[in-house]
């Protein structure tokens, strides 16, 4: 099925619409495509992925990154069956794949009438390039450490380092990356050490002094049992000048009042549109402290109302939303997000369910997003 106008496209979604939602974000001659793939109980690996591909096809996209949640890592040897060779970034978080009824599936970042260049680091690919909307991407991930055997923190730091390695490959920096996501193996029992290594990174490599990534820092077995995986998402300018700026939240305080170091959020201005990246946001008070202890209901319907005063700051809405993913400590806790949207009247949105552990012991709940609205008309 074509897609060159509106029409075609609105028929294309309505045509997955119940396998999968696919937001189209057209940037002149190129169009990106935010796509999420939730899997039913009974769907296999294998199915959902030949579906993703076969859309992609459709839509005369190649992939540049995909994250996978819920599924056995084993089932990524149905990856080439779907895509062939795969030169994009895989980030595999199989954490709650043991549940009776796991949390999972797929979201991927296409591209169409674009190029896009792989990032390989010692034959593997953990990045593609591309431009779009006057900008130059590269998205990392699935980013493990090479020696598992060190210490976690060790780990990290190797990461890092991987990090500024794939970004110098790329002819970027650390002071073009937006936001980073990562996914650490029974975070709970680490996340100060994981902290402690981020932020004596970012002083010695001077981010500090200039823009603080948004981030996810969430729980995340992955297959080879490494202490973390972890991606990025960085820019900088191709045909236009972008200056990418830190957004605060207004029912928060900032992140590094209580040692983490992230934006609550990063707002980048492209040729056509607004993108704002949402960090990972829970149930927290202005003060830093968590707050609706025990109560996942509670914990979802600030996290949202949070959510909600970020998006009205930047003059922004839930339509505006092109993906999004609601973390659970709990899998069972999972219709509550049906039930906090009817009752806050937010849209149905491109949502994915993840089985994991939150930040803090005693937090149940906890949401990132992307938004990308198209600038106004003068």
């Known amino acids: 099925m074509k897609c060159s106008n509106g029409t075609a496209m609105h028929a294309l979604e309505q045509h997955v619409n119940q396998e999968m939602q696919i937001i189209p974000v057209r940037c002149g001659d190129v169009s990106e495509y935010c796509i999420t793939a939730r899997a039913a109980l009974d769907d296999s690996f294998n199915a959902i992925c030949g579906r993703l591909a076969d859309a992609m096809r459709d839509l005369g996209a190649q992939p540049v990154s995909m994250e996978v949640f819920g599924f056995p890592g084993a089932d990524a040897a149905g990856l080439p069956g779907a895509f062939g060779d795969i030169t994009f970034p895989v980030t595999w978080v199989e954490e709650g794949c043991d549940q009776a009824a796991p949390l999972r599936g797929i979201q991927a970042w296409a591209v169409a009438h674009a190029p896009v260049e792989p990032v390989v ?11 779009s909307d006057g900008a130059r991407f590269c998205r990392l991930g ?4 090479p020696d598992i055997a060190k210490s976690r923190s060790a780990q990290t730091h190797a990461v890092f380092e991987m990090m500024m390695q794939a970004l110098e490959i790329a002819d970027m920096n650390f002071g073009h990356v937006l936001r980073t996501w990562f996914y650490n193996t029974a975070m709970l029992e680490w996340y100060d050490d994981f902290n402690a290594v981020r932020t004596t990174f970012f002083r010695e490599h001077n981010v500090f002094d200039g823009l603080m990534p948004a981030s996810t820092g969430i729980g995340g077995r992955n297959a080879i049992g490494a202490a973390l995986t972890a991606g990025l998402l960085a820019a900088k300018a191709d045909t236009i000048d972008i200056v990418p700026v830190e957004v605060g939240s207004p029912m928060q305080c900032p992140a590094t009042d209580y040692g983490s170091s ?13 993108r704002l990246f949402i960090s990972g946001t829970a149930s927290i008070a202005p003060n830093g402290a968590s707050v609706h202890i025990g109560d996942t209901e509670a914990q979802a319907a ?16 839930w339509r505006d939303v092109t993906r999004f993913i609601a973390y659970f400590k709990n899998p069972q806790d999972a219709g509550v997000f049906e039930r906090i949207s009817a009752a806050q009247g937010i849209p149905a949105l491109p949502v994915l369910f993840a089985n994991t552990d939150i930040c803090r012991h005693d937090l149940l709940f906890e949401v990132e997003l992307d938004v990308i609205a198209p600038l106004a008309q003068g």
Not at 142 to 145: F, N, S, T, Y
């Open 262 to 274: 992230f934006s609550r959020a990063v707002e980048l201005q492209t040729a056509r549109h607004r």
């Open 142 to 145: 699935g980013l493990v450490p």
């Open 121 to 131: 680091i010692n034959g593997s690919t953990v990045g593609c390039v591309f431009s």
């Open 302 to 317: 600030l996290t949202m109302q949070v959510v909600q005063a970020i998006l009205e700051s930047r003059d922004m809405h």
